[in-house]
T-cell receptor, first 115, second 114 residues
């Protein structure tokens, strides 16, 4: 069964460093998402992406964050200058269509720790 | 804005016990409702969903009914197994531009004892 994959599974970085989290969505999916979960808190929406542009972004997704689909398979989240509060589990998701009833398929997540 | 509220956890049950996990929501439009499950060390997987009022989603013995009048989507299972031990997330989806985004509840950890 097709699945969303994410790399790396864990990343430790120093505050102020740039990180790139990578995702490979399901191949025929056109809609892409990033969510994050700070330990003990809710899973929060960060950004949605379709047709090579951002559809919506949350208040969390400030100028330090960017997303890109550099080729036909990868979808990346870049944090330009990490802060301690960026430590979280980051989930990538994809869906075939964008409707409210569509299932979003999630990757296993990347656990980011900022020291 | 939209929000999802789940009952506080964790929940510990014996095998074959009846399970209810409460979920209520607040939404301005006509959202779809989902239950996602996260097994240890894995990502979120869709458990079931309902896209309109009075719809019942079901999967693996779990059921939930979309109740618009009570704005609820409670998850039930008649007889839980040890393998059901996981974190369960209630979520709603609303349309924003070209995409829809999910709004999650806090999640609840279920542990099932043999």
């Amino acid at each position: 069964e097709p699945e969303v994959t994410q790399t790396p599974s864990h990343q430790v970085t120093q505050m102020g460093q740039e990180v790139i989290l990578r995702c490979v969505p399901i191949s025929n999916h056109l809609y892409f998402y990033w969510y994050r979960q700070i330990l003990g808190q809710k899973v929060e929406f960060l950004v949605s992406f379709y047709n090579n542009e951002i559809s919506e972004k949350s208040e969390i997704f400030d100028d330090q964050f960017s997303v890109e689909r550099p080729d036909g398979s990868n979808f990346t989240l870049k944090i330009r200058s990490t802060k301690l509060e960026d430590s979280a589990m980051y989930f990538c998701a994809s869906s075939e269509y964008g409707g409210t009833g569509e299932t979003q398929y999630f990757g296993p997540g990347t656990r980011l720790l900022v020291l | 804005g939209n929000s999802v509220t789940q009952m506080e956890g964790p929940v510990t049950l014996s095998e074959e016990a009846f399970l209810t996990i409460n979920c209520t929501y607040t939404a301005t439009g006509y959202p779809s409702l989902f239950w996602y499950v996260q097994y240890p060390g894995e990502g979120l997987q869709l458990l079931l969903k309902a896209t309109k009022a009075d719809d019942k989603g079901s999967n693996k013995g779990f059921e939930a009914t979309y109740r618009k009048e009570t704005t609820s989507f409670h998850l039930e299972k008649g007889s839980v197994q040890v393998s059901d031990s996981a974190v369960y997330f209630c979520a709603l989806s609303d349309r924003t531009g070209a995409n829809s985004k999910l709004t999650f509840g806090k999640g609840i950890t279920l542990s099932v004892r043999p």
